[in-house]
């Protein structure tokens, strides 16, 4: 591969604000960037790449023989569950239809609001029977359309088939044969069942892991650990998906450019192009309108690849590539005002906030000269433990400063005064598929504090400074 092309790719990267970049060709990583604040080694949430690991389990059943075929009706492999509004189209939908999004179940996941059938499933005591007493709208099969609920039922079966939550069979069965050490999946509902819609963290490499497994048509180390089959399907992406896109088998593709991939929220990616026998990964933490498109990405990769042997040796090339990398670890400061005499009256005062959403009870700004710093005081509604706080370092210089890791993950933030009396705390858990800003506009004693994240959740919240 060029590495000058890897290098302009490194580097177009990183004006999108991504994580991370890997990318392995022949077995071989012959770019792996990390963005900074975030590192290497930090497991990432993967968002919805998680739909398509789910995907990889469910052809594991396949090839152990634990389920006889991707065609059973759904109905049948739950029949200890009482399902209401059972029709013909219900009774007609199949694992396959699941793993295609055609299950034609009636559904509404856009924006993650509160009144969608996503969100009300979470609300739901028991999430797998809230999907399957859902309404039917089409005919399984039909008609694409994206819904969680569809690999949630799946990872319900996991259960059903194996006896243990998604999490576990994975454990053994995928992430042990692979090598995988980086993996978190914590979200289990009360029935046991692991989240099989989102909620799997892992490392850029282990992510490649994955791709890898299909690169090379389900084998590892010699073995067949899923069906040869179930890749062939997801290359040919019979099933018509949004934005151009293909899909079979919880993963998206391009088949006229030869791609596959396991796609998540915010530029989450795991990319194969088996041609060219590469693959990448991709992991961020941006808006949906911000990320570096997957098409881009593999016309970028593509262009950059030059033979099927070993290039001559090109050392000025090979010193772009490794200046770019080099460069996306070091972070570049944002733009910082001056300091209004306003932080010197609020520095170490505590606001007491109003009840509010994201049940924050308290808020201060401690500012120093150096390791300035934050606290979050949040209710918990939990008898032995009425309150949970959060706490971390925060640079006034325009970069990220991180704090020692706790138990939730390792805090990054940064503030700046946007005038004389608002400040903007911008934070971040390395490897969370999101971040944080929290501005706050000061009035005497007063604070209006107003919340918004990449996820598109918005609050405004109002507190009194305390005595």
Known sequence: MDSAGLARLVEAVGDYRQDSLTIIRHGRIVADAYYAPYVAGISHDLRSVTKSVVSTLTAIEIQRGLLDSVDHPILDLFAGKIV?????NKRAMTVQSLLDMTSGIAWLEKAYTPDETIMQMYRSPDHTAFVLNQPMS??????????????YVLSALINQKTGQSAFDFAKKELFEPLGITSARWGNV?????TDGE???YLSPHDMARIGYLYLHDG????????PTSWIDKVKEGKVAATFGFHYANLWWSLPEKGAYMARGRHSQLILVLPKLDVVATMTGVLRDDEYYSATRLINDISGAVKSDSALPPDPIASALLATAV???ATEKPSAVPGVPELAKEISGKTFQLEDNELHVKTFSLNFFDSDSSWVIT???DKPDRPTDRFTGMMGLDGI???SPPAPYGINAAKGRWLGAHTFLLERRILGHGETQSWTLAFDGRNVTVGFENTDGAKALLHGVMQD
Do not use: E, M
């Open 198 to 200: 989102a909620g799997l």
């Open 378 to 380: 949040t209710s918990t």
């Open 84 to 88: 209401s509004n059972i029709d013909d």
């Open 138 to 151: 089409d005919a399984p099969g039909s008609k694409f359309y994206y819904n969680g609920g569809n690999p």
């Open 400 to 402: 990220y400063r991180k």
């Open 219 to 226: 084998q590892w180390d010699g073995k067949q650990v899923i």
């Open 189 to 193: 509902d009360a029935q046991g069942v």
């Open 326 to 328: 080099r460069q996306a």
